[in-house]
T-cell receptor, first 113, second 112 residues
Framework: GEDVEQSLFLSVREGDSSVINCTYT??????LYWYKQEPGAGLQLLTY?????DMKQDQRLTVLLNKKDKHLSLRIADTQTGDSAIYFC?????????????FGAGTRLAVHP | DVKVTQSSRYLVKRTGEKVFLECVQD?????MFWYRQDPGLGLRLIYF???????EKGDIPEGYSVSREKKERFSLILESASTNQTSMYLC???????????FGPGTRLTVT
C-alpha cells in the first residue's frame, strides 16, 4: 500500500540550512508536495515537484527528487525562526478513479538562535 | 487566493453528543476532504466528496458521516462523540483534475 515516511524532529541553528527528508512508496506518483503547518493553523502548500524533474528551486527552498530511491527532500537555506513549523511531505495517488494525497507524519523543525 | 473556512477553531463537547463541523470554500472546487490530525500519525482521511450529494469513505470513516448539499459546503458529523475522537480536524478542497489541496485553519475538538 501507499506509505510516506519522515523523521519526526529536526533542530537547526538560525542561519544554517535545514534538510527535511521523506521517502514514499508509490512509483506512479505524478506530483510530490511539501506543506507547512505553523502552530494552531492549517496546512499551507509550500511547493511541489513533478515526477519527471530532479530538482526545483523557489527562493530559499530547494526540492530534490530521487525517483529511483523514492526519496524526496526539502532544503531551506538561511533558516529563520519563522521557519519553525511542522513540514509534511505528500505523494499524489490515483485510487478508485479519484485523486488523493497521502501524507507523512510530519517533521517538526525547531530553529534556535 | 483559495479560501477554506471552518466554523469553529476550538470546540468542547460531551461524550454522546452529536457534533457538526462545517467547512466552506470559495473557489468553486468540486473536491472536498475531511482529515483528522493526531501527533505522530500525520493526516488521516476520513471522508471525501467529488460532487454535490456524493461521498466516499476514506481510511478511517467509522464513527463519522458527512453531508454535501451545496458545492461550497462540506459537513462532518460525529453521530455520538467519543473521547477517542478528540483531535484536530482539517478540511481541504481541490480543483477537478488537480492533486494539490488547500486547507482550512482546522478545528480542535475535545470530547470529555
Amino acid at each position: 500500500g501507499e506509505d510516506v515516511e519522515q523523521s519526526l524532529f529536526l533542530s537547526v541553528r538560525e542561519g544554517d540550512s535545514s534538510v527535511i527528508n521523506c521517502t514514499y512508496t508509490d512509483s506512479s506518483s505524478t506530483y510530490l508536495y511539501w506543506y507547512k503547518q505553523e502552530p494552531g493553523a492549517g496546512l499551507q502548500l509550500l511547493t511541489y515537484i513533478f515526477s519527471n524533474m530532479d530538482m526545483k528551486q523557489d527562493q530559499r527552498l530547494t526540492v530534490l527528487l530521487n525517483k529511483k530511491d523514492k526519496h524526496l527532500s526539502l532544503r531551506i537555506a538561511d533558516t529563520q525562526t519563522g521557519d519553525s513549523a511542522i513540514y509534511f511531505c505528500a505523494e499524489s495517488i490515483r485510487s478508485g478513479g479519484y485523486n488523493k494525497l497521502i501524507f507523512g507524519a510530519g517533521t517538526r523543525l525547531a530553529v534556535h538562535p | 487566493d483559495v479560501k477554506v473556512t471552518q466554523s469553529s477553531r476550538y470546540l468542547v463537547k460531551r461524550t454522546g453528543e452529536k457534533v457538526f463541523l462545517e467547512c466552506v470554500q470559495d473557489m468553486d472546487h468540486e473536491n472536498m476532504f475531511w482529515y483528522r490530525q493526531d501527533p505522530g500519525l500525520g493526516l488521516r482521511l476520513i471522508y471525501f466528496s467529488y460532487d454535490v450529494k456524493m461521498k466516499e469513505k476514506g481510511d478511517i470513516p467509522e464513527g463519522y458521516s458527512v453531508s454535501r448539499e451545496k458545492k461550497e459546503r462540506f459537513s462532518l458529523i460525529l453521530e455520538s462523540a467519543s473521547t477517542n475522537q478528540t483531535s484536530m480536524y482539517l478540511c481541504a478542497s481541490s480543483a477537478p483534475g488537480r492533486y494539490e489541496q488547500y486547507f482550512g485553519p482546522g478545528t480542535r475538538l475535545t470530547v470529555t
